[in-house]
């Protein structure tokens, strides 16, 4: 599976950035996750196959993620931005069941920056 995203920037907090990430194939669940500077990598979203979703506490309300299977591409929309979101944002795939099991993805893209100013 190869994973291409796009759509990073710089944003002054507040601001919205929309994420893309073209897939090689559509029948997998797929998620962001996002690195900080000094941080582990954490998950930020899921979505099945089917289009259930799940999101990281912090983001609800903020971040919405979408497929669009027909396209074989995914999408992070962020709004609301805060200073804490910087990272670079990640998309990973990995073979269906336990979409939401963070841990067990196994494919990724090479990250696209997000960097959020006070």
């Known amino acids: 599976v190869q994973l291409v995203e796009s759509g990073g920037g710089s944003v002054q907090a507040g601001g919205s950035l929309s994420l893309s990430c073209a897939a090689s194939?559509?029948?997998?669940?797929m998620a962001w996750f996002r690195q900080a500077p000094g941080k582990d990598r954490e998950g930020v979203a899921t979505i099945t196959v089917a289009g259930i979703r799940t999101l990281k506490d912090s983001v609800k309300g903020r971040f919405t993620i979408s497929r669009d299977n027909d396209k074989n591409t995914l999408y992070l929309q962020m709004n609301s931005l805060k200073p804490e979101d910087t990272a670079m944002y990640y998309c990973a795939a990995k073979a269906s069941p336990a979409c939401t099991l963070y841990a067990t993805y196994n494919y990724w893209g090479q990250g696209t920056q997000v960097t959020v100013s006070s």
């Open positions: 194939t559509y029948d997998y669940c």
